[in-house]
Nanobody, 129 residues
Framework: LALAEYGGGLVQPGGSLRLSCVAS????????MAWFRQAPGKELEGVAAIDSDGSTTYNKEMPDRFTISRGDAENTMVLQMNSLQPEDTAMYYC????????????????????????WGQGTQVTVSS
């Protein structure tokens, strides 16, 4: 399974970005997909997860300006980010793993790690004027 993120870039405060993740290869039916981010000098943290049936889980620390959804194509996922702020600057990663495990990492019950599950290379989001 390979994951690839798209859509990062430089945006001014108050702007929006739409990140996409495309999974290629075999996706286990037990897997969910999720977004994580890592700001400079900070730990990796969960943003949101989405199950194969479309159910979503959000990290309660994340702003409600972020919305996760399934893409139009199979095994794709989108993160819509609105009213972006400088504190949203981070590398954003797409991940996939067994649903329960990835939800626990998104919510912070388990520590996320780039060595657990499947990860993309990340896409940089920079919010700056």
């Amino acid at each position: 399974l390979a994951l690839a993120e798209y859509g990062g870039g430089l945006v001014q405060p108050g702007g929006s970005l739409r990140l996409s993740c495309v999974a290629s290869g075999y996706m286990d039916s037990r897997y969910s997909m999720a977004w994580f981010r890592q700001a400079p000098g900070k730990e990796l943290e969960g943003v949101a997860a989405i199950d194969s049936d479309g159910s979503t889980t959000y990290n309660k620390e994340m702003p409600d300006r972020f919305t996760i959804s399934r893409g139009d194509a199979e095994n794709t996922m989108v993160l819509q980010m609105n009213s972006l702020q400088p504190e949203d600057t981070a590398m954003y990663y797409c991940a996939a793993d067994v649903a329960g495990m990835i939800r626990s990492r998104v919510t912070g019950w388990a520590t996320p790690s780039l060595s657990k599950g499947y990860w993309g290379q990340g896409t940089q989001v920079t919010v700056s004027s």
